[in-house]
């Protein structure tokens, strides 16, 4: 006897290890799927749905529709708590738990419901009702299918309110009328099939199956339909109906307005271009979602089907795709967190205060799970690799926070010596950025006399300083937000900083990496991604000079730190994308390829190109190159521990470079870089530093004043 009864212990544990294991699987499977939709999405949308952006998203949301969030999920918990305990307690028969409990459950409920795909996490309702509390499967199946059916209703009269509201305001969108006679028609079956189908279905069902009918399977089947039956007519009959659709409305309207503050908590912060989404847009998104997450796709708590759902729905209105997209990741994340970190401690006290539930029946032993679990890894592994793709991609897309200042570094003796000496007798200065005041201002350090000054005092990044032809103006870049990693090509503006009265001007908005051309009269600057604007600085006349579409390179073309030549018609750029390097671009859209590389630029009368490469001591080399033959030659390689060369630029009078090195790191904006002279024609390991600081310096340049002209008298 006992070793029979060991024998079926184990049997039982072996089912019930073998049920966990498949649906671990099953998660697994979903994960994948998961994974493979968002990394298509992040693959489609490139670098503005970097992970940088994602994480500025998420740590800028607003804390307080946040904290919004979680008490009207709370609130919404209790009010379908309320709506379960209606539909249960028409049947006199049964013992109702109090709405405290049901409450447990409801947040449980709002926990898993998309757990699994086609929204069967609402199945944990029906398990925790029947196991925690012997609530009949029929009443807990009733109750759970009544009250979806009445959240679709309670929808369709929100959207019919909104659209008489758009309506009787004169701005009727289409796509909301759209919405409203989907959701209707759906509605509308459903409600027929719930309260008037199934008593015909159970009836056809048994003629249709004859003599089978009365199979074990069939039989229970057409009796839980015929119990269930019974079920939805006593709650029709019980007069409960009419509280249950004001309980929906309620439901519905809590939930909308918790997902709609905490949609506003996350764009307000990081996404001005949908803060003017409108209470209906924003709706029409959250249904978008919701239906995509609804859908019968594979997928694990509706992560890609929500985002895409409901980006759809925004684009519709015109909003920005990439924008949409990670706008609603992060809030499909946020509400994740609060309604996990709420379902767990309900599961725990649900554990603790359910009466408890029925022993488990035998079950039969399952099939082989080898085909699952490898179809669980093969997705799993998909859905990474891509995701590992984009991560790779985008990975360079800057640091998310801004560097620590650094300190002051005494100077060598051998260093300052070796200042002295190549700066002797120039007459001149260098400027560069620098966040050695906590934040990426302008400094000054006039030659030879080696004075630093600081030229800004701004509280967002001011980067990338050109010095106008004249050396009395410069031209630089400003960030619109307190931190924008210099990666990021779209979040500047560009400003004129007049250096003989120290003041500032707003010159172009959105606008990055700005230049002079060759006699002061224009600012050359980059806007987006794709385009290079020539703006005159007598009539603040813009035109688009350079284009991806106007050379016709791949779409996915990205444009940086644009050069523009002596004769103003053509243009020495770096691309990533399809096409990667530095190109030639002439004004008539013609283009070629120079170098691999970057960060371009003429020499005094386009008489060659230089530029920076891989091969040098620390990675990097400053190189120099033909631009009619594209023969290129070693240039400079810093001999020092600072040899990672970057944002090379020559005097005007082709007598110095002015650059900067980091010993280790490569982020532009982060790593310790210095700033370095050097006269042209000397070796290496006469460069000068001229900065010592552990913050970040970068993007030097450099003025000298033209020699005196000389003067010879006739004998």
């Known amino acids: 006897m006992s070793t029979l009864y060991c024998r079926g212990c184990a049997s039982l544990r072996s089912d019930v290890n073998m049920k966990s294991l498949r649906v671990i699987l099953r998660l697994g499977v979903s994960l994948g799927v998961s994974l493979i939709i968002m990394g298509l999405l992040w693959r489609l949308l490139g670098n503005e749905s970097s992970h940088s952006n994602v994480w500025d998203a998420f740590t800028h949301a607003s804390r307080i529709s946040i904290l919004a969030y979680v008490v009207l999920s709370l609130l919404q918990a209790y009010v379908r708590a309320i709506r379960f305990r209606v539909l249960i307690i028409v049947d006199k028969t049964v013992s109702v ?78 796509q909301v009328l759209m919405l409203l006679i989907v959701v209707a028609i759906v ?22 199956l004859g003599r089978h009918a009365e199979k074990m399977v069939f039989a229970r089947l057409l009796s839980f339909a015929e119990k269930l039956n019974e079920s939805i007519a006593l709650a029709r009959s019980g007069g409960v109906l009419l509280k249950v659709f004001l309980l929906s409305m309620i439901v519905r309207f809590i939930k909308y307005s918790s997902l709609y503050l905490l949609f506003k908590g996350v764009v307000s912060a990081s996404y001005p271009a949908l803060v003017q989404a409108s209470p209906v847009q924003i709706l029409f998104a959250l249904v978008g979602g919701e239906a995509g997450a609804s859908l019968a796709v594979p997928t694990l708590m509706g992560f890609g089907t929500y985002e895409a759902g409901s980006a759809f729905a925004l684009s519709l209105f015109g909003f920005p795709v990439a924008a949409a997209v990670v706008s609603m990741f992060v809030v499909h994340i946020w509400s994740q967190c609060v309604d996990y970190t709420l379902g767990g401690l309900a599961f725990v006290l649900f554990t603790f205060c359910a009466p408890g539930s029925r022993d488990l029946a035998h079950a039969r032993q399952p099939k082989k799970l080898v085909p699952l679990f490898v179809s669980a890894l093969c997705v799993i592994a998909l859905g990474l690799g891509l995701l590992a793709l984009q991560w790779r991609s985008t990975k360079k897309s800057g640091s998310k926070t801004a560097p620590p200042p650094g300190q002051a570094i005494p100077i060598p003796a051998d260093e300052e010596a070796k200042r002295q000496q190549v700066t002797a007798g120039l007459n001149g ?32 990044v001011d980067t990338y300083p050109r010095i106008a032809p004249d050396g009395k103006q410069v031209v630089f870049a400003r960030s619109q937000k307190p931190w924008v990693s210099q990666r990021n090509v ?102 070629r390829r120079i170098s691999g590389g970057c960060q371009p630029n003429w020499g005094p009368g386009d008489a060659f190109l230089y530029y920076i490469d891989h091969g040098g001591r620390g990675k990097n080399l400053v190189w120099r ?43 532009h904006d982060v790593a310790d870089y210095e700033i370095f002279l050097w006269e042209i024609g000397q070796p290496s390991e006469s460069v000068a530093r001229l900065t010592h600081h552990a913050g970040n310096d970068c993007w030097p340049d450099i003025y000298l004043e033209p020699a005196p002209a000389t003067t010879t008298s006739e004998p």
């Open 187 to 208: 509605v509308g079956i459903v409600s027929v099939l719930l309260f008037a189908g199934i008593a015909p279905a159970v009836i056809l069902a048994r003629k249709f």
């Open 625 to 667: 190159a033909d631009p009619s033959t594209g023969e290129r030659t070693r240039w400079l390689d810093l001999a020092g521990d600072y040899s990672h060369e970057y944002f090379p630029r020559v005097s005007s009078d082709g007598r110095y470079l002015v650059l900067g090195a980091s010993a280790e790191g490569h982020e």
């Open 429 to 460: 200065f260098v400027v560069w950025s620098s966040n050695r005041s906590g934040q990426h201002d302008l400094y000054r350090c006039d030659l030879p006399k080696l004075n630093v000054r600081r030229l800004t005092t701004h509280p967002h």
């Open 97 to 174: 738990p109090g709405t405290l409990h049901i409450f447990f459950v409801s947040m449980v409920r709002n926990m898993l419901v998309d757990l699994l795909p086609a929204r069967s996490g609402e199945l944990f309702y029906i398990a925790m009702m029947n196991r925690g509390y012997r609530i009949p499967g029929n009443l807990c199946v009733s109750s759970l299918t009544i009250s979806f059916v009445f959240d679709l209703i309670a929808l369709v009269f929100m959207i019919l309110i909104l659209t008489l509201w758009q309506l009787l305001a004169g701005d009727l969108h289409a």
């Open 490 to 591: 779209s979040e500047w503006d560009i400003y004129l900083l007049d250096l003989e009265n120290g003041r500032e001007r707003l010159l172009a908005t959105n606008g990055y990496t700005p230049t002079w051309s060759s006699d002061g009269k224009i600012v050359w600057f980059q806007r987006g991604p794709t385009a290079i604007v020539e703006h005159r600085l007598a009539s603040g006349h813009e035109r688009v000079g350079f284009s991806v579409e106007k050379a016709s390179l791949p779409e996915r073309t990205i444009f940086y730190t644009p050069a523009p030549s002596g004769r103003d018609d053509r243009m020495a750029v770096k691309v990533r994308g399809d096409i990667r390097g530095n190109l030639i671009m002439d004004a008539d859209g013609q283009f």
